[in-house]
């Protein structure tokens, strides 16, 4: 991206948040906000190592900044301050912002230790702390009682789910930078016989990340190991007998936003490869199809439903159901293959807030959308069919199990499972959304 673009949308984007907080605070009672851009936390009591920071979302709404004890202060009206915590340890250096656009939109004050803000909090104000760390704010003179108050905790949540074009552009470079690695990952699965560790190794590289600043720990999983949904204990060494399939479930974070991507594909031509490469098919149909479904004002959760319903249909198509299906529908078969939500809201948190208000029913514990779909929403759309040892257990000694064929199951299940997931943008123009993956990722791209 253009650093002249990123400026001028990064502009638009405070003037926007600006204009959204301002209400936001004041019908919360609060006059201020003080916002702690989050603590070190220790790996154990046991030892002097520190976890690498994950900013405070609420913080990184407002400045691409990862560092500890630092301070934002808003108050509605006034330039905002940022107080910028010295670096004076001879130990530790915090990584460089990646970009300085958001340097010249903050009065920038230079602290020492984190009671240093106190100072700079505005006199008399009823002011809310924002943050994980209690201390901190008592540090800054702040009581319990205004730390992370539910009345704006809530509706700043819910602001979060509407994303400005700055927060799109970030997201779509996040998404440019995931598609690289799994570009990189697809080339070395389909040339050679690595391990997951190597895989996902090579997916760092590609995509010039160190392991905490992914999203979210990478998936890698070969062969059977596709069915553990978030399957992150990578096997170190090549298998005697090659995996013939892989799930990779990688994204990438620009500036704190977020990309979440998800491939499956297979290699070789035995009969279960063959089964399962149709399978894929299927099921990259099935999430091409979803998407295009996308209307403003569906409710997600019927996507969602949906998704049941052609799952069905696909093990049906595939053989695994011999049940006709009315049958199949009626004793809820799909539940045992795709057993995780349809997607969720993307943003500074990979699974993001905002979307999942309320919640699902009974029958999707799982889904993190239940929101109307509305312009400027961010969220996934990743169905899958796995064959998950413990769920098809319970299906085999259920009293449905004469609707399965079992060898083909099993046959299946040597690969694993099946997700593909792409980021999406709901624009609202003619088209609804802009697929962001499909756009660096297109069908037949992979597989
Ligand atoms: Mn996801």
């Not at 301070?71 to 915090?94: C, D, H, N, Y």
């Not at 699965?189 to 600043?213: G, I, K, N, V, W």
């Not at 620009?254 to 990309?259: R, T």
Request: include cysteine; charge should be negative; proline fraction near 6%.
């Amino acid at each position: 991206m253009q650093s002249m673009d990123l400026t001028k949308l990064y502009a638009e984007h405070l003037a926007d948040l600006e204009r959204r907080y301002a209400p936001v605070l004041s019908a919360a009672g609060f006059d201020a906000l003080a916002i702690h851009s989050g603590s070190l936390k220790k790996r154990t009591e046991f030892d002097d190592q520190y976890w690498p920071l994950r900013p405070t979302p609420y913080f990184h709404h407002w400045i691409p900044l990862s560092q500890a004890d630092c301070a934002l202060i808003l108050q509605p009206g006034k330039r905002p301050i940022l107080a910028w915590m010295k670096v004076t340890s001879f130990w530790e250096r915090p990584a460089k912002p990646e970009s300085d656009h958001f340097i010249g939109s903050f009065d920038i004050v230079s602290i020492e230790k984190s009671a240093d803000v106190k100072q700079h909090l505005p006199a008399g104000a009823r002011i809310a702390f924002l943050g994980e760390d209690k201390a901190t704010a008592t540090a800054w003179g702040l009581a319990d009682e205004v730390c992370n108050p539910l009345p704006l905790v809530g509706p700043l949540d819910r602001l979060r789910a509407f994303k400005t074009p700055y927060e799109i552009a970030c997201i779509v470079e996040a998404s440019r930078r995931a598609a690289v690695g799994h570009e990189a990952v697809l080339k070395a699965f389909r040339d050679s016989d690595r391990s997951e560790l190597e895989l996902h190794l090579l997916y760092l590289a590609a995509t010039h990340q160190d392991d905490p600043e992914t999203p979210y720990k990478n998936i890698v999983a070969l062969g059977a190991n596709g069915a553990t949904l978030h399957h992150v204990s990578y096997v170190k060494e090549a298998a005697h007998v090659p995996c013939q399939s892989l799930l990779l479930d990688a994204g990438s974070t620009y500036l704190g936003y977020c990309s979440d991507i998800t491939r499956t594909w297979v290699k070789g031509s035995g009969a279960a490869e063959s089964a399962f490469a149709h399978l894929v098919a299927e099921v990259e149909a099935m999430q091409l199809r979803l998407c295009g479904q996308i209307k403003l004002g569906l409710p997600y959760e019927e996507l969602h439903d949906d998704a049941h319903r052609q799952v069905t249909e696909i093990l049906r198509t595939v053989g695994v159901i011999k049940a006709s299906l009315e049958e199949a529908r009626a004793a809820g078969l799909s539940r045992s293959f795709f057993p995780h939500g349809l997607g969720h809201s993307l943003g500074l948190q990979c699974h993001d807030v905002g979307c999942a208000l309320v919640k699902p029913k009974v029958d999707n514990p799982y889904l993190r959308n239940t929101s109307t779909i509305t312009e400027s929403q961010v969220f996934t759309v990743e169905p899958g069919i796995y064959f998950i040892d413990r769920l098809l257990d319970e299906l085999r000694q259920g009293p449905h199990s004469s609707k399965i064929d079992w060898p083909l199951c099993d046959e299946l299940a040597q690969l694993g499972g099946v997700r593909i997931e792409d980021d999406l943008v709901v624009t609202g123009g003619p088209q609804v959304t802009r697929n962001l993956t499909r756009e660096l990722l297109p069908v037949g791209g992979g597989g």
